[in-house]
């Protein structure tokens, strides 16, 4: 992925919220979700944010405000889900928002400007559903900064196991179970060995985590049988999001000997709403390798491209808001921050290593990364990493508590930007889940 005009970190726009401090949704973003008035009843539609608005890609389509290829793509937008959008690939992808760009450009006019900004819907009047109907999520486990981490707590005697450094690892989750942001959700019921126990208990979940996470969501597929090589792998690939993996640890660590995740996982997922497009990250693009000292990646899961820049530097951070922050009108006390840049594998060795042996991929289908932890102690993703185990407690110094793992009431927030010199500074808005009491 090039980078063009619609980079320019000089562009502005005739939006004046576009350019607010510290905005996530600059010209320069432009990313995808789906959306309605809160409560209104109207039908959901593709929408793309700007500032503090969104554009309505259905009126966009129904207005003529774009021609040709964008509008073709903006025509597929303008139902419920974004599927049939994502399926047309790069070449329309970049139509759509290169239009919306020059409609948006500070200067710009005519027709089109006009029925683009009479379309605009103050962001804080919608509420969204998820952007794609997900057909199918696999969650990949790719940290190894996370793998250690909670190795040590599973199997101190083998942390990493002996596949990590040669395949992206990763299970099939549950597509039902994904929620978009501000959705919340039961603390799950099921079985847990306690330590020093000889029989399982049944009951709620008293291991309850969070797992900060991006997803990708995928373009064009594959057929059945074809698998898609490296060098196609980002072809196939629209945009990222945030996503959260909530899980149940007593259950999950019981339970996935020797098949994998299972209920300790499969309660809830949570996305953000909008994608922000590979366009739109390419200036955000940096190298990536493995350790001279480590496996090297096998010739099927390398490319030049993925090398020069196959990683994301996308920073990310984890604040917990309890109830009581809520009630004393506190501020979200920030548990960790990190950055995807430090992930062992690549978003398209990923996708690569999940056709390789001919499963097919749909569009709008979902891919987690796993949960992203850094090289450091204070930027590991989840909390069972950040207590050891729920051996030593995390602060929250905002109420003077503190938390081994979740409690009832409490909310996690996952937010992501990306920010460098010469570049505008773009960001994810934030994914948002709310801990409610089991039903036991
Ligand atoms: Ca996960």
New binding site residues.
């Given amino acids: 992925m090039q980078l063009n005009h619609t980079h320019d970190v000089n562009t502005r726009s005739w939006l004046e919220s576009a350019h607010a401090p510290g905005t996530d949704f600059p010209i320069q973003n432009l990313p995808f979700g789906v959306f309605r008035r809160k409560g209104s009843g109207e039908a959901f539609r593709g929408g793309v944010a700007i500032g503090d608005q969104v554009i309505d890609l259905a009126a966009i389509a129904r207005d003529n405000a774009v021609s040709g290829p964008a509008a073709q793509a903006a025509n597929a937008c303008a139902g419920d889900a974004l599927n049939d959008f994502l399926a047309m690939g790069p070449a329309a992808w970049r139509a759509l928002r290169h239009a919306l760009f020059d409609l948006l450009k500070a200067g710009a006019s005519g027709p089109g400007v006009s029925a683009l900004r009479a379309s605009l819907v103050p962001q804080a009047e919608v509420e969204h559903r998820l952007p794609t109907r997900i057909g199918d999520y696999t ?3 790719t940290s190894i900064h996370h793998a250690r981490n909670v190795g040590r707590v599973m199997r101190p005697d083998d942390p990493l196991t002996s596949n990590f450094q040669w395949i992206p690892i990763a299970y099939h989750g549950r597509a039902s179970s994904v929620v978009i942001s501000g959705t919340a959700f039961r603390r799950p019921m099921g079985q847990a060995m306690p330590p020093g126990a000889s029989a399982p208990v049944y009951g709620a979940c008293k291991r309850l985590d969070y ?1 900060l ?1 991006m997803g990708f969501y995928v373009g064009p597929g594959n057929a059945m049988g074809e698998p898609i090589p490296m060098a196609e792998a980002e072809q196939h690939i629209f945009g990222m999001c945030l996503l959260n ?1 909530w ?1 149940a640890r007593d259950h999950q660590f019981w339970e996935m000997a020797p098949l994998g ?1 299972f209920l300790g ?1 499969n309660f809830c997922t949570t996305v953000s709403p909008w994608i922000v497009s590979m366009e739109a990250l390419a200036p955000y693009r940096v190298p990536f390798a493995h350790p001279a000292d480590e496996p090297q990646p096998l010739a099927y899961l390398d490319s030049a491209a993925n090398t020069e820049r196959g990683g994301v530097d996308v920073q990310l951070e984890v604040q917990l808001e309890s109830r009581e922050h809520r009630t004393r009108g506190v501020a979200p006390d920030r548990l960790s921050a990190t950055s995807f840049r430090h992930q062992y594998w690549t978003i398209a060795q990923m996708l690569t290593q999940h056709t390789v042996g001919g499963c097919n991929l749909q569009p709008g289908d979902l891919l ?1 990364t ?2 992203i932890s850094g090289p450091t102690a204070s930027e590991a993703g989840a909390i069972v990493e950040l207590s050891v185990g729920g051996t030593r407690a995390v602060p929250l110094p905002g109420i003077g508590g503190e938390r081994r793992f979740l409690e009832d009431g409490d909310t996690v927030i996952l937010r992501g930007w990306c920010e460098k010199p010469g570049a505008a500074r773009i960001g994810f808005g934030e994914s948002r889940g709310e801990v409610l009491p089991a039903v036991g």
Avoid: A, I, L, V
């Fill in positions: 969650d990949f486990y797992e996470e993996d899980s995740p996982k987690g796993g949960t």
